[in-house]
């Protein structure tokens, strides 16, 4: 009895081992198959692009050195993205393109290489520099892309009315500043504004007559014109009880 329980024991183990080595020999023959495709993609549905190879401003003539190619899968190719160098190189930026972002043609107008400011500005705009030392822009709080307002204090009349202050032009976008640079330390500041012909006239005319200049930055939330009332003196004694 003893003897057929042995036996079988040694049968079990012979099946074991036989299945252990099918199992082995499977493997094997999965993992040579693998190996002999080390290289092939996963996903070979790509398209490749133009991105900027460093960051490119506004007004800028495209040229091959600025352009690089990269690979986006399919489904994340932005609209209208430039796919040869051909159709980039010698364009002019209309706004700034960051490192590494895909170049679409909303970006660009075909301007035969001319990079003049004029290219950007929307029909009925001009492009003005204001020249100001107000406190916020002389302290570098004032920066490209905030919207200010102008606080002009101008010569009204006499008496009470001698001087008065009023918010004038109102959220205007700041595009861009000048100020002194190593080769011209003795520049003036101003900002530049793009603003309809109107706005310019006054922009102007503030300058001209020397008014006293104060600038306001708004909040990015605050977009609507606000209606405020002129300060004099008059305003001033009959508002506070300063007595005179």
């Given amino acids: 009895m003893s003897g057929l329980r042995e036996a079988r024991a040694w049968l079990f183990l012979a099946a074991g081992l036989v299945l252990a080595v099918l199992t082995g020999v499977a493997l094997y023959g999965v993992a040579q198959q693998s190996a002999s495709r080390p290289d092939a993609p996963a996903d070979t549905n790509t398209i490749q692009v133009l991105v900027a190879k460093t960051d490119i401003a506004a007004r800028t003539v495209l040229s091959a050195d600025l352009v690089a190619r990269r690979d986006f899968p399919a489904d994340l190719v932005p609209a209208g993205a430039i796919t040869s160098d051909a159709a980039a190189v010698g364009q002019t930026t209309l706004v700034p393109i960051a490192r590494g972002q895909a170049i ?83 520049r003036a500041t101003a900002l530049v504004f793009a603003v309809d012909h109107q706005v310019a006239i006054v922009l102007k005319y503030l300058r001209d007559s020397q008014a006293t200049i104060d600038l306001a930055i708004r909040s990015r939330a605050e977009t609507q014109v606000v209606k405020t009332t002129s300060v004099d003196l008059g305003y001033l004694t009959s508002t506070y009880g300063i007595k005179r």
């Fill in 104 to 186: 679409v043609a909303g970006q660009f107008s075909s301007a035969e290489g001319q990079h003049g400011a004029s290219l950007t500005l929307e029909a009925g705009k001009v492009l003005v520099a204001f020249p100001t030392s107000d406190p916020l822009t002389a302290n570098g709080l004032v920066n490209v892309g905030d919207k200010v307002d102008i606080l002009a204090t101008v010569a009204a009349g006499t008496g009470d009315t001698a001087k008065a202050t009023q918010t004038t032009l109102q959220n205007l976008e700041v595009l861009d500043i000048i100020g002194p640079t190593k080769d011209q330390p003795q």
